[in-house]
């Protein structure tokens, strides 16, 4: 039923004017080609629709942060909310300024200074926490390959001086209970995983099913879902989350790789890569083509 609408979109979407630019303060995020597209949808029901360069691997990043924070939430339970809040920042991902009157709590999960308190929450929790949580990945989609890209990883620790700092300035208000160092390096690893569009749908698959996987895991449940999607809806995009809710309309989650995945729960996951970037450090064109979807299908949870 999608396949009209999607081939559509592709074909609109790739007239669009190239607007925006690829992420470069991760040196080896650079090297990717601005003009790559993707597009793919899988429904719950079982369809699966994938378009141009949809199965081509990229840098996830950010998109990492709400399987880092489900697998936190599994650990933790609502004990979670005593260090990181559920309110939108309205500032940039990888801003410092409300820590300091916060003392320290970050106001969301996926913010980076919230994403760091959940890495540091894994640190505490995983014995050995880079590999239990690639297996987790592979363990919930059937996808032995994942796997974390450590140029990547590499590149953005030699560079990553807003994140050490943030990692530094939380530990100074006790919110990071481990070795910086070693949250720092868990947290730029999660960054660094590939997964093309096609594959984020798979691993995303949970979050549109009532915390169930596609191979019938369930990894929380319908309440706890239901935050998960609910701050991916008000917290996902950072401070361009009000306009993605006005244009889009479905919980979703962004990356600097140029990836956008987004759900409507109990019907389809989607997911789209193109990486030139807008102001806010989110696909211009991804944008464009999840609007299109929802106002043509009149699908979204509005
Ligand atoms: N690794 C990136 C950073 O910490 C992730 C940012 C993002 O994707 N918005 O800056």
Redesign the pocket.
């Known amino acids: 039923m999608f396949e009209k609408v999607l081939q559509e979109i592709y074909k609109e979407s790739k007239l669009q004017p190239k607007i925006g630019e690829i992420a470069t303060y991760?040196p080896e995020l650079a090297n990717v080609n601005p003009d790559k597209f993707g597009i793919s949808l899988l429904t719950l029901d079982g369809e699966e629709i994938n378009l141009g360069d949809a199965n081509e691997r990229f840098s996830i990043?950010?998109i990492s942060k709400p399987l880092t924070l489900s697998l936190a939430f599994t650990f933790l339970g609502e004990k979670i909310w005593e260090r990181v809040g559920v309110e939108p920042s309205g500032s940039p991902?990888?801003s410092l300024v409300q820590l300091e009157y916060e003392k320290g709590i970050p106001r969301n999960p996926f913010i980076?200074a919230g994403a760091l308190v959940i890495a540091d929450i894994l640190v505490t929790h995983l014995k050995n926490p880079k590999t239990n949580f690639i297996n987790f990945l592979r363990e919930i989609s059937d996808i032995n390959t994942l796997d974390y890209d450590l140029s990547v990883a590499k590149s953005?620790a030699s560079t990553g001086f807003r994140?050490i700092a943030l990692a530094n300035f939380l530990k100074s208000f006790g919110n990071i209970t481990n070795n910086v160092d070693e949250v720092l390096d868990f947290y730029f690893h999660q960054?660094s995983i590939s997964m093309s569009c096609s594959e984020l749908n798979k691993v995303f698959y949970f979050f549109a099913n009532e915390g169930v996987t596609l191979n019938g895991k369930e990894i929380l449940n319908r309440s706890q879902i239901k935050r998960m999607n609910a701050l991916m809806q008000s917290c996902g995009f950072y401070d361009e989350s009000g306009e993605f809710t006005y244009r889009v309309g479905l919980p979703g989650k962004s990356?600097?790789g140029g990836g956008i995945v987004a759900m409507l729960p109990k019907k389809f996951i989607v997911s789209t890569w193109s990486p030139r970037l807008n102001s806010n450090?989110n696909s211009e064109l991804g944008m464009f083509a999840l609007e299109q979807l929802t106002t043509k299908t009149g699908m979204s949870i509005f």
Do not use: A, D, T, Y
Request: net charge negative; with cysteine; glycine share 16%.
């Open positions: 991760i990043q950010s991902f990888n980076n953005e994140n960054c990356g600097v450090g």
